[in-house]
């Protein structure tokens, strides 16, 4: 959250009036993509519905129309799972999404056959099988390294296995998903293809629309392999910006080659990344869109979740109505810091939402900004009154100050009052110490707290200070702390890392403003970064703090 002004008896008509630069309204358009996206055109294409493509990658069609199948199940029970009373239900037959289904007793079908319609009409589902290996040469081209694109178009919705995978996750569109009405789903089979590499595609093709099931058939309107060029489908393009170096120690933190990449832009304003190690995928707000996205290793872009903070009839006196901070739970389970709601949610896998916080001592919240959670459950969250309409003037705002919380077994506590605008949270690694930043341009500083053994803090004391170094509206904002304790820091001029010690070892500069950070990725190695109106990465060589839910060590994180 950007430029406000510490509140004074004499500021305060300036607060009122002064625009906030980073929740100004937009006209910018969220960079969602397609189910692929590409920079340019195919280098190749093979004709999965011709006899010299099939030939060419060993394809071979097997197809069998699915029945829809009378079922038991139970029904929804109190925990909104399948644990109430067993009723009759429906389901697909045969299940053939697995990579080793055995198949031999399906009809084989030439090429041009899979155009020919199939199933009953009206509600009816077919199965179509086909392996595809990689050849030494496609036409003049060596595919070795390039990306393989299947291209696909049902008539009329498709669902596309891919070596007995299926990803789903909330908000995602096509690719191996029903993209919409005869529109093509194009699923990345691979960045780096390899001469013999071998897919098993299964796709399940069906009429629709569902609610209305049409008098006609299914079939295939197209099946393409798209060949590209690596540099026609980046995941990420060399975004210029700057890491500057004061201190030697930082070589042994970011390599001296390292660089940063931008990876999806045109959001509003971006903040609270984290990394879901469980899909391999990142979530980041844009609280000004009242949206929550998710960015995937593929360079896809989607709405994970919409009105992510606020629904009100008032929404439109809000700047920044939507969700901020996000955080995993020790269970893994999507917690959420909501401005216009003024409350933090946990989002749980059965869909439902559970309120964490939202008042302290009966009076409402401000507007959460960022969170963080102890390895024993407990919830710490920073609360400013940024997302307010009106920030420290709003009418409807009930608390006088701005907190630190904790969170534990459903009781609020008060941790400290002494900052006006506590913004960013992390624990050192054995979580000793708490560290909170505060966006105050009058006192521009990150304190350190000792956290006493019930977890409540000792006094603060400034850790680091850029109050004289660094004038104008600018101050701090999110910050994360690597697994050797290093800080880094998003305040004025970037990402400033910052040694257990409070020495500045050099500053991550990317070329817009940085409003958060985290650490994701298998190895847990690589920063990504919440800019503006971007998001960006940078590979660092010591991997960061993992949320609460990823134990040490865990799927690669040390």
């Keep these: 959250m950007f430029r406000v002004l510490r509140p004074s008896p004499h500021a305060l008509p300036l607060i009122a009036a002064l625009p906030l630069l980073a929740a100004a309204p937009s006209r910018a358009r969220a960079q969602t993509t397609d189910d692929v996206p590409a920079a340019g055109n195919p280098a190749a294409i ?78 009816s589902f077919v199965w179509y099988r086909v392996g595809v290996t990689v050849p030494p040469r496609i036409g003049a081209l060596d595919p070795a390294g390039h990306a393989l694109v299947l291209e696909l178009v049902a008539d009329d919705y498709a669902e596309i296995w891919v070596n007995g995978r299926l990803p789903v996750a909330l908000g995602r569109t096509g690719g191996p998903l029903v993209k919409g009405f005869n529109a093509p789903n194009r699923v990345l089979l691979t960045r780096d293809a390899r001469p013999g590499q071998r897919f098993q595609l299964a796709i399940l093709a069906a009429n629709a629309p569902l609610s209305d099931p049409p ?17 026609a489908l980046p995941a990420a393009r060399d975004a210029g910006g700057a890491i500057t170096r004061l201190d030697p120690a930082l070589d042994a933190l970011v390599a001296p080659d390292a660089r940063i990449e931008k990876l999806a832009g045109g959001f509003q304003f971006v903040e609270g990344p984290v990394w879901v190690s469980d899909g391999g995928y990142l979530l980041f707000s844009d609280p000004n869109a009242n949206q929550i996205y998710r960015w995937t290793p593929d360079g896809e872009v989607s709405v994970f979740r919409t009105k992510s903070g606020y629904g009100g009839v008032d929404v439109g006196a809000y700047r920044q109505p939507g969700s901020n901070g996000l955080t995993l739970d020790p269970e893994g389970r999507l917690t959420v810091a909501q401005h216009g709601n003024r409350r933090v ?20 919240l401000n507007s959460p900004n960022d969170l963080v959670y102890r390895s024993d459950g407990s919830l710490y969250l920073t609360d400013p009154p940024f997302g307010l309409p009106r920030t420290f003037e709003d009418p409807a705002k009930e608390i006088p100050f701005s907190g630190v919380y904790r969170v534990k077994d459903g009781e609020v506590t008060l941790l400290t009052r002494d900052l006006a605008g506590p913004n960013g949270i992390a624990f050192a690694p054995d979580e000793r110490v708490l560290y909170v930043s505060n966006w105050d341009p009058a006192h521009k500083v990150i304190m350190r707290y000792e956290v006493r053994p019930d977890g409540t803090l000792g006094p603060g004391r400034v850790f680091f200070d850029v109050t004289a170094s660094e004038p104008g509206e600018d101050a701090w904002d999110g910050l994360k702390v690597d697994r050797e304790g290093n800080l880094y820091a998003a305040g004025p001029r970037g990402i400033y890392v910052l040694s257990p010690a409070g020495r500045h070892l050099g500053t991550i500069s990317p070329p817009e403003h940085v409003a958060n950070l985290t650490w994701g990725d298998p190895d847990g190695r690589t920063l990504y970064i919440t800019a503006s109106t971007g998001l960006y990465r940078v590979r660092s060589k010591v991997g960061g703090r993992p949320p609460a839910a990823l134990e040490p060590n865990r799927a690669g994180w040390h």
């Design 345 to 364: 949610i946990r989002l749980e896998r059965t869909g439902a939402v559970t309120v964490i916080a939202d008042r302290y001592q009966g009076r409402r």
């Design 215 to 231: 008098a006609n058939f299914v079939w295939i309107r197209s099946a393409t392999l798209d060949v590209y060029a690596p540099e």
């Design 46 to 123: 093979v004709d999965l519905r011709t006899a010299e493509g099939a030939r060419l990658v060993g394809a071979r069609w097997k197809v069998r129309e699915a029945s829809v199948v009378e079922v038991e199940q139970r029904g929804p029970g109190p925990d909104l799972r399948a644990s109430g009373p067993w009723r009759r239900t429906y389901d697909i037959a045969p299940k053939a999404g697995a990579a080793a289904f055995d198949d031999s007793g399906w009809e084989e079908v030439a090429p041009e056959e899979v155009e020919r319609r199939r199933g009953g009409g009206r509600l």
